[in-house]
């Protein structure tokens, strides 16, 4: 069969044409600054969504084993790295919805952090251990700074690494019982200084929003370890020393996590460790104010940003609750149950909304704090840790 | 002459092609963390600008008359909500680089704020004085408060206005020396809370970072007001009744920006009144805790993020220099002279940048804070304000 010509051209350009719009059919424009991630644990992924109409976007597939997983985000707001416990390091593109790329690191890893300038991404090891440091644009490694310790042939679990101003890094070193903080003003070349003997066992650690304290919880010993960065020739110092299990341990169902500290007001209010409390400290002398009773074993106290409450959830086998605690008046004033096993919870920057994780449930529930409504429940597989791409803005996470 | 019908067809289809082209001209996908607008003031345009590469994009004109004019962004990072001083609002668009919409809504206007959730803009009005509210994704109006006072037939000039948690705009009303505070719940239906007698001609005011303590600066008296927004019923009560021009007042060439303090580590540095001073408060019993001399009379002292240092600039005639003071050591630990007029400074989220304004060097300038070294310089026709799109995730600016 024949055809004419003009056919022939036509079937050409439309193909071209085709071409032209797959090749254009960019994402819609959009701002980053109400965007996140909901890490679903189980499945190795994690779930894009947005708080300005509150809804799941996509969900992102392909990132490993993502127990204990954490998220940072470049200072665009673009990329979110999701430190998986594999070892894993997957930068993730939030507006095209995809695993931009991803190396594995180590065989065992436990949380990263970002540079204060965002060049830099550090992940902290468990196996081998130490802290590896890698482009933020190519997942390049620049650096490898081991933990090693005593006579150099061990290597410490590194813990609780958080960044610094100073293009700096803080961390804590578990069978050492050390205090790193790395300076990597030039990235190749990790200048660390180490502070020995600051405690048995370090296994977390935080910056105060502040930039300026890091404080290491101990799991061998009562007690914290702190660090004032303002003045770390003073080297580091033991608070609270009734912060821990106390002489004769009690169950603990869950170390709590030390970077959900709330601190508002001149104190910071924190989880006791096998105690159903929350422990109320004030910051000038870092001395205990007072205890609040709550409902279980807390896990993390998070405070509503600009507002005189934090939120609260608990260890196994009140893990199906959430607490509100008024701090001026250190009273519990409301009780939510969520659903089962609520694992995490984040307020958005200015503290308008709180997004609450319920692994048993499957499900993510955003609440209105200040009138305690449920304004959105979204789907979610087996959720777990929620970051919200405002992180980006802040030190210390 | 005749054509084949080939080469019709070929050109209906080029010509759809290139229409198609034109359409899907997207620009370059991108995150909004990174950006900001930098004032120029005398021309009525902004500059669109970015701090990773440390570049501007972009110049966007028709915004009138930004004398005095300031910026909050929408909670996505993607508008920029510019308050000019002839009345006009105008909402800028970062990723397409234009004025996406924009109305003149009162003859004389003096600031703004974005509500909590990012749904409301609120407009300072000196004439007819007032505050109107508006739709934050239409600028359609939503509410006007008249600042009525006295009898009810004089209105006076609003300033201050801030953003509060809790959908409140919190201002203050210069003749009639009063605080409001306005919940915007319901958008149509303002429930204003008005404090009396809080002193004589209030002309600027704050609020805390922790979104706790609402000060206004006065102009008819020695002293500030200050409201605790955690207990308002208390009222609002007198603070620091040294802090003004004094009994025999020394001439001023500029009244400092409140809006500048710097608050850090349990103290808020600000500036003096007509004094080359920069005043140390203590933030716990808001009393004056120390006096540190400076070059000239103080306008803008703003903390770096994450830092013990606060950067300071000055009134005419010591406007081309900064000062950078120690906060602990309470001393000066650097003078910088980035230009001529230098009218305002303004840091990255974690501190690691901080970008100053020299209107009369047509410059913009990009310091390291942590060495002083100048990092960039960009032309700019008379900058005046810098605000980068991270203040969407602040609350009180």
Known sequence: MKRAPAWRLAAVLA?????????????????????????????????????????????????????????????????????????GLSRVDLLLARLDRRVVQAGNAIGGAISQDGRLIAVANYEPGGVRIFDAATLEPLADIPAAFGDGTRRAKVVGIAD?????????????????????????????????????????????????????????????????????????????????????????YKMPHLRGWAIAGGHAVLPAIGRK????????????????????????????????????NFAFPDNDTVQVIDLPSRSVVKTLKPGRAVLHMEFTARGEQVWV????????????PASFAEIARIRADKPSGIFLSSRAFATGF
């Open 15 to 87: 193909a071209v044409l085709a071409a032209v719009l797959v090749g254009c059919a960019q994402p819609e424009l959009r701002g980053t600054g109400d965007l996140g991630l909901v890490v679903e644990r189980a499945a190795g992924r994690v779930k894009l969504i947005e708080t300005s109409g509150r809804t799941a976007l996509a969900t992102i597939a392909g990132l490993g084993d993502l127990s204990h997983a954490s998220i940072v985000y470049s200072r665009d707001g673009r990329y979110g790295y999701v430190f998986g416990r594999d070892g």
């Open 164 to 252: 610094a101003p100073g293009q700096r890094f803080v961390f804590s070193l578990f069978e050492a019982g050390e205090i790193w903080v790395a300076d990597l003003s030039d990235p190749r070349r990790p200048q660390v200084t180490r502070h020995r003997d600051i405690g048995k066992q370090p296994y977390d650690g935080l910056i105060t929003p502040d930039g300026r304290h890091y404080i290491a919880g101990l799991f061998g010993e009562d007690g914290l370890a702190l660090l004032d960065l303002w003045n770390p020739q003073a080297g580091v110092r033991r608070i609270l020393g009734g912060y821990g299990r106390g002489e004769e341990p009690l169950p603990v």
């Open 277 to 312: 409390e929350v422990l109320v400290v004030e910051t000038a002398g870092w001395s205990e104010a007072a205890r609040i009773p709550v409902h279980g074993q807390p896990v993390f106290v998070i405070a509503q940003p600009g507002g005189r409450r934090a939120w609260v």
């Open 357 to 368: 994780s319920s692994r048993d449930d499957d499900s993510v529930i955003v609440y209105d």
